[in-house]
Nanobody, 123 residues
Framework: QVQLVESGGGLVQAGGSLRLSCAAS????????MGWFRQAPGKAREFVAA????????YYADSAKGRFTISRDNAKNTGYLQMNSLKAEDTAVYYC????????????????WGQGTQVTVSS
């Protein structure tokens, strides 16, 4: 079992920045790829970004490219999502997740999920 707890969400004006954190406990976090997903009201949960267990590769949704940066610190069992130039359409609950599978852009590849943190961007 891997337990994941997100933090860092909040209310920010358009153009602002937030840094989300994902603290992991339980089984070795370093054995898992990590991803961030988000879900806006009335919409399906969608992929945002992912990073391989070794930080050897990162992946981004088109909506996140150039604005968001995913990273991880395996020594601290923590992952991060730096979000810059935020837009109103980024408003959602953001979830971190851990996966053993290789298809890290797919929701179905993830074995463990956090409870989510709300990000609200005012225009």
């Amino acid at each position: 079992q891997v337990q994941l707890v997100e933090s860092g969400g909040g209310l920010v004006q358009a153009g602002g920045s937030l840094r989300l954190s994902c603290a992991a406990s339980g089984r070795a976090f370093s054995n898992y790829h990590m991803g961030w997903f988000r879900q806006a009201p009335g919409k399906a949960r969608e992929f945002v970004a992912a990073i391989k267990w070794s930080s050897s590769a990162t992946y981004y949704a088109d909506s996140a490219k150039g604005r968001f940066t995913i990273s991880r610190d395996n020594a601290k069992n923590t992952g991060y999502l730096q979000m810059n130039s935020l837009k109103a359409e980024d408003t959602a609950v953001y979830y971190c997740a851990a996966a053993r599978g290789y298809e890290v852009t797919l929701r179905g590849s993830y074995d463990y999920w956090g409870q989510g943190t709300q990000v609200t961007v005012s225009s």
